[in-house]
């Protein structure tokens, strides 16, 4: 005989029941998508941030780029460059046009004189270290007046080297350039074209063929100001001014330098 098996009986889902089931996917439901909504907002903060972090990037490397381009081109182009080197700057000497150092650099451009034709000593006017600071130039002629400081905390000896960087069609054959120190002017030119040992009549000879002349400053004190003017022209009467320097050009850059050997002392 069979006996009678006992079906099992599912017991029907009360009301209660079926409320905190929905309740309970609703609130999972929720919760994945809480997690999904704030995972897909920290990842566009992140790559906003990485946007404009790569667009500051950017920016400031063209600023670069063109912060190097212009140095290089005032470097290479300019007509008279007077800059510190590295070690000077360290050590405190500093330039400006402005006697009163309300404004100082580590380089100064003078501007440049363009269409230029000779002229001699004679027509240059005679207060051309006085008359003006920073560029102050005239008709066929370079004039550019600025200041040296030892802004540092030691007394130092430096010395400051006028070369030549660039010259077109030979026109420093004829070139003079005379420079005031404190006043006191000297005036250079290349040496004669057939005898380079030999000076023009009316100047001091270029020390090189490239280096114009050196000048130094010994105990060089803290707050001491040296001056110095430099004017550039052609010289109408050297034998090497003829037709085949028209058109040229001379650079020229004054370099200032701190000696290396020099004993030094807090003032």
């Known amino acids: 005989m069979f006996g009678n098996k006992k079906t099992k009986i599912e017991q029907p889902i009360t009301p209660e029941e079926l409320s905190k089931l929905n309740d309970k996917k609703m609130a999972d439901s929720q919760i994945e998508h809480f997690h999904i909504k704030n995972d897909s907002m920290e990842i566009v903060k992140y790559k906003k941030r990485r946007k404009i972090l790569s667009i500051i990037l950017t920016v400031c490397l063209i600023i670069l780029i063109i912060l190097f381009l212009v140095s290089m081109l005032v470097t290479q182009w300019g007509d008279l460059i007077i800059s510190v080197d590295s070690p000077a700057v360290k050590k405190g000497i500093v330039l400006s046009e402005d006697p009163e150092f309300k404004t100082q650099s580590a380089s100064l451009t003078a501007q440049q004189v363009k269409d230029v034709t000779n002229i001699t000593y004679a027509w240059l006017p005679v207060d051309l270290d006085t008359s003006e600071n920073g560029a102050h130039n005239g008709d066929n002629y370079v004039a550019y007046t600025f200041y040296c ?97 028209r058109n040229g050009h001379v650079r020229m850059r004054m370099l200032f330098s701190v000696r290396d050997d020099e004993t030094t002392a807090p003032q």
């Open 149 to 245: 400081k030892n802004n540092g905390q030691v007394k130092l000896d430096y010395d400051a080297v006028l070369e030549i960087e660039g010259v077109a069609k030979s026109a420093d054959e004829a070139a003079r350039v005379m420079i005031y120190k404190n006043g006191k002017p000297s005036i250079y030119g290349k040496g004669k074209y057939k005898d380079r040992n030999t000076a023009e009549t009316d100047c001091t000879k270029f020390e090189t063929d490239t280096r114009i002349m050196t000048t130094s400053t010994e105990e060089f004190k803290v707050g001491d100001v040296d001056k110095y003017t430099i004017v550039i022209w052609i010289e109408g009467n050297d034998p090497e001014c003829i037709d085949d320097i």
